[in-house]
C-alpha cells in the first residue's frame, strides 16, 4: 500500500490563481480531511469527507472546495488564491468515519503552498 | 467547542535531560481519545499514542510516557534521557465522536530542540 500520497509537494500560485491540492488513498477508507498547518496554530480542519459523495466544511472551510467522487481520491481546489491560503496543507485518511476513534488516522506528507 | 492547549511553544534542552510537554484539553463531551503526534523536521506526521476518556492509566514506551489527568482536563507527555532524534514538533489533539463523522482539533504544537 502506498497509504495517502499527496500532490503537488511543492507550490508557488499567484494571487488570484486557482488550483487543485490532490489526495489519494488506497486502504479503502471511509473518512477523508484536509488540514492546513499555520505556525503556532496547529493543524486546522478544512473539509472532511465521511464517504463518496458526503463532504462536510470543517473548521476553515472559506476560500476552499473538496469533493468526494470516489472512496480513493479527496482532491482540495483553491478557487481564487489568497496570500492568506500560504500554509502546509495535510490529507488524512481513516478506516472508520463514524463509531471508535481507535482507527489511526494516517497522514500524507503534506503540500507547501505560497501564495504570492 | 473543543479547545486544545499546549502552551509552551518552544523547548529547548540538552541531550539526555528529561522533558515534559504540556497538553491542555477543553470539551463538554465525557466520551472522547486524546493523540500524540510527532512532527519531524522532515514535515511528515507520526502518530505517537491514542488514548480514550475512559482509560486514565499512565502509559510507559521506550523513553516515552504519557500522564493522563482527566481531573484537570490534562494529557502530558515526557521524553526520557531525550536524543538529538527527538527534535522535533510535538501535537497533542483531541478527537470526538460526532454524529456528522469524527473529527481531530489539534493544539498549536510545541516544538523540541535536543542539543548535543
Known amino acids: 500500500n502506498a497509504g495517502v500520497t499527496q500532490t503537488p509537494k511543492f507550490q508557488v500560485l499567484k494571487t488570484g490563481q486557482s488550483m487543485t491540492l490532490q489526495c489519494a488513498q488506497d486502504?479503502?477508507?471511509?473518512?477523508m480531511s484536509w488540514y492546513r498547518q499555520d505556525p503556532g496554530m496547529g493543524l486546522r480542519l478544512i473539509h472532511y469527507?465521511?464517504?463518496?459523495?458526503?463532504?462536510d466544511q470543517g473548521e476553515v472551510p472559506n476560500g476552499y472546495n473538496v469533493s468526494r467522487s470516489t472512496t480513493e481520491d479527496f482532491p482540495l481546489r483553491l478557487l481564487s488564491a489568497a496570500p492568506s491560503q500560504t500554509s502546509v496543507y495535510f490529507c488524512?485518511?481513516?478506516?472508520?468515519?463514524?463509531?471508535?476513534?481507535?482507527?489511526?488516522?494516517?497522514f500524507g506528507p503534506g503540500t507547501r503552498l505560497t501564495v504570492t | 467547542a473543543q479547545k486544545v492547549t499546549q502552551a509552551q511553544t518552544e523547548i529547548s534542552v540538552v541531550e539526555k535531560e528529561d522533558v515534559t510537554l504540556d497538553c491542555v484539553y477543553e470539551?463538554?463531551?465525557?466520551?472522547?481519545?486524546l493523540f500524540w503526534y510527532k512532527q519531524p523536521p522532515s514535515g511528515e506526521l507520526v502518530f505517537l499514542i491514542r488514548?480514550?476518556?475512559?482509560?486514565?492509566q499512565n502509559e510507559i514506551s521506550g523513553r516515552y510516557s504519557w500522564n493522563f489527568q482527566k481531573s484537570t482536563s490534562s494529557f502530558n507527555f515526557t521524553i526520557t534521557a531525550s536524543q538529538v532524534v527527538d527534535s522535533a514538533v510535538y501535537f497533542c489533539?483531541?478527537?470526538?465522536?460526532?454524529?456528522?463523522?469524527?473529527?481531530?482539533?489539534f493544539g498549536g504544537g510545541t516544538r523540541v530542540l535536543v542539543k548535543p
Open positions: 488524512a485518511s481513516r478506516q472508520s468515519a463514524y463509531g471508535s476513534l481507535s482507527y489511526e488516522q494516517y
Open positions: 486502504m479503502n477508507h471511509e473518512y
Open positions: 469527507s465521511v464517504g463518496a459523495g458526503i463532504t
Open positions: 470539551t463538554r463531551d465525557t466520551t472522547y481519545y
Open positions: 488514548r480514550n476518556s475512559f482509560d486514565e
Open positions: 489533539a483531541l478527537g470526538l465522536f460526532k454524529a456528522a463523522g469524527n473529527k481531530l482539533t
